[in-house]
Protein backbone atom coordinates (compact mmCIF):
# COMPACT_ATOMS: atom_id res chain seq x y z
CA UNK A 1 0.00 0.00 0.00
CA UNK A 2 1.07 3.55 -1.34
CA UNK A 3 1.17 6.14 1.91
CA UNK A 4 1.59 9.77 0.95
CA UNK A 5 3.18 12.66 3.38
CA UNK A 6 1.66 15.19 1.43
CA UNK A 7 2.78 19.27 2.25
CA UNK A 8 2.02 22.61 0.93
CA UNK A 9 4.10 25.88 1.18
CA UNK A 10 1.72 27.58 -1.14
CA UNK A 11 -1.76 28.94 -0.13
CA UNK A 12 -2.60 28.78 -3.89
CA UNK A 13 -3.12 24.86 -4.06
CA UNK A 14 -6.41 25.37 -1.59
CA UNK A 15 -8.32 27.49 -3.71
CA UNK A 16 -7.78 24.11 -6.34
CA UNK A 17 -7.84 20.90 -4.25
CA UNK A 18 -9.61 21.62 -1.00
CA UNK A 19 -8.46 18.24 0.23
CA UNK A 20 -5.24 17.48 -0.96
CA UNK A 21 -4.41 14.26 1.06
CA UNK A 22 -7.53 12.98 0.10
CA UNK A 23 -6.94 13.56 -3.44
CA UNK A 24 -4.04 12.13 -4.11
CA UNK A 25 -4.32 8.66 -2.41
CA UNK A 26 -7.37 8.35 -4.33
CA UNK A 27 -5.02 8.84 -6.98
CA UNK A 28 -3.13 5.94 -5.67
CA UNK A 29 -5.57 3.94 -4.67
CA UNK A 30 -6.88 3.85 -8.10
CA UNK A 31 -3.35 2.71 -9.76
CA UNK A 32 -2.98 -0.76 -11.45
CA UNK A 33 -2.00 -3.44 -8.99
CA UNK A 34 1.66 -3.95 -9.96
CA UNK A 35 1.78 -0.19 -8.41
CA UNK A 36 -0.30 -0.53 -5.70
CA UNK A 37 2.40 -2.55 -3.39
CA UNK A 38 -0.16 -4.73 -1.45
CA UNK A 39 0.82 -6.54 1.55
CA UNK A 40 4.01 -3.40 1.62
CA UNK A 41 4.61 -0.26 2.62
CA UNK A 42 5.33 1.92 0.55
CA UNK A 43 6.09 5.91 1.57
CA UNK A 44 6.58 9.51 -0.31
CA UNK A 45 6.64 12.78 0.21
CA UNK A 46 4.70 15.27 -1.54
CA UNK A 47 5.42 19.09 -1.93
CA UNK A 48 2.70 21.53 -3.21
CA UNK A 49 5.24 24.41 -3.87
CA UNK A 50 5.74 27.64 -6.31
CA UNK A 51 7.94 28.53 -8.85
CA UNK A 52 10.30 30.53 -6.37
CA UNK A 53 10.91 28.07 -4.46
CA UNK A 54 10.80 25.11 -6.68
CA UNK A 55 13.64 27.31 -8.60
CA UNK A 56 16.07 27.11 -5.52
CA UNK A 57 15.92 23.53 -5.25
CA UNK A 58 16.18 23.04 -9.22
CA UNK A 59 19.61 25.23 -9.43
CA UNK A 60 20.61 23.68 -5.77
CA UNK A 61 19.91 20.40 -6.90
CA UNK A 62 19.96 19.89 -10.08
CA UNK A 63 22.32 23.53 -11.31
CA UNK A 64 19.55 24.56 -13.47
CA UNK A 65 18.51 27.84 -12.40
CA UNK A 66 15.19 27.99 -13.75
CA UNK A 67 12.09 27.48 -12.19
CA UNK A 68 10.47 23.84 -13.58
CA UNK A 69 6.75 21.86 -13.01
CA UNK A 70 8.10 19.04 -11.03
CA UNK A 71 10.61 17.57 -9.52
CA UNK A 72 11.34 14.33 -8.08
CA UNK A 73 14.25 12.95 -5.68
CA UNK A 74 14.77 9.38 -5.66
CA UNK A 75 15.99 7.41 -2.39
CA UNK A 76 17.65 4.91 -4.45
CA UNK A 77 18.68 4.63 -7.94
CA UNK A 78 17.81 1.19 -8.00
CA UNK A 79 14.65 0.91 -6.14
CA UNK A 80 13.66 -2.81 -4.71
CA UNK A 81 10.69 -2.36 -3.11
CA UNK A 82 10.75 -4.39 0.43
CA UNK A 83 7.84 -4.64 3.21
CA UNK A 84 8.81 -0.68 4.02
CA UNK A 85 10.24 1.03 1.45
CA UNK A 86 10.83 4.93 0.91
CA UNK A 87 10.55 6.32 -2.80
CA UNK A 88 11.61 9.15 -2.43
CA UNK A 89 10.32 13.17 -2.50
CA UNK A 90 7.91 15.32 -5.06
CA UNK A 91 7.97 18.66 -5.65
CA UNK A 92 5.51 20.18 -7.65
CA UNK A 93 5.25 23.48 -8.76
CA UNK A 94 1.40 25.41 -9.04
CA UNK A 95 2.27 28.27 -11.36
CA UNK A 96 3.01 25.62 -13.87
CA UNK A 97 -0.32 23.94 -13.36
CA UNK A 98 -2.55 26.95 -12.92
CA UNK A 99 -2.18 27.75 -16.41
CA UNK A 100 -4.16 29.14 -18.26
CA UNK A 101 -6.03 30.85 -15.10
CA UNK A 102 -9.43 30.25 -16.58
CA UNK A 103 -8.69 26.51 -16.67
CA UNK A 104 -12.06 24.49 -15.25
CA UNK A 105 -11.37 21.96 -11.97
CA UNK A 106 -11.47 19.18 -14.11
CA UNK A 107 -8.74 20.00 -16.40
CA UNK A 108 -6.13 21.37 -13.51
CA UNK A 109 -6.65 17.70 -11.26
CA UNK A 110 -6.07 16.43 -14.68
CA UNK A 111 -3.06 18.53 -15.13
CA UNK A 112 -1.95 17.35 -11.47
CA UNK A 113 -2.72 13.96 -11.71
CA UNK A 114 -0.52 13.45 -14.97
CA UNK A 115 2.26 15.40 -13.33
CA UNK A 116 2.02 12.87 -10.26
CA UNK A 117 2.10 9.82 -11.76
CA UNK A 118 5.08 11.17 -14.09
CA UNK A 119 7.07 11.88 -11.21
CA UNK A 120 5.99 8.69 -9.28
CA UNK A 121 7.52 6.88 -12.02
CA UNK A 122 10.72 8.63 -11.70
CA UNK A 123 11.00 7.43 -8.04
CA UNK A 124 10.54 3.92 -9.55
CA UNK A 125 13.22 4.42 -12.12
CA UNK A 126 11.81 5.13 -14.94
CA UNK A 127 13.39 8.29 -16.85
CA UNK A 128 13.07 9.73 -20.29
CA UNK A 129 16.23 11.08 -20.95
CA UNK A 130 17.25 8.21 -23.97
CA UNK A 131 14.08 8.02 -26.78
CA UNK A 132 13.24 4.44 -26.09
CA UNK A 133 13.27 4.82 -21.86
CA UNK A 134 11.02 8.23 -23.07
CA UNK A 135 8.52 5.50 -24.75
CA UNK A 136 8.30 3.44 -22.04
CA UNK A 137 8.02 5.68 -19.17
CA UNK A 138 5.01 7.61 -21.55
CA UNK A 139 3.12 4.47 -21.80
CA UNK A 140 3.52 3.94 -18.15
CA UNK A 141 2.03 7.25 -17.70
CA UNK A 142 -0.63 6.57 -19.67
CA UNK A 143 -1.52 3.16 -18.35
CA UNK A 144 -1.70 4.72 -15.08
CA UNK A 145 -3.63 8.38 -16.27
CA UNK A 146 -6.70 5.82 -17.40
CA UNK A 147 -6.58 3.64 -14.51
CA UNK A 148 -7.40 6.66 -12.15
CA UNK A 149 -9.30 9.23 -14.57
CA UNK A 150 -12.67 8.74 -13.92
CA UNK A 151 -11.46 8.85 -9.87
CA UNK A 152 -10.45 12.15 -9.76
CA UNK A 153 -13.33 14.24 -10.51
Not at 77 to 96: E, H, R, V, W
Not at 119 to 137: A, I, P, R, T, V
Not at 138 to 151: A, I, N, P, R
Amino acid sequence: MISINVFSEEKAWSKRLKNKDIFFKKICKAFPKKYKFLNKKVTLTLLLSNNQNIKKLNKVFRKKNKSTDILSFPLDKKIKISKNTYLGDIIISYNYLDKPRSQNLKSFKEKVTKLFIHGFLHLLGFDHKKNKDYSKMLKEEVLLFKSVQSKIN
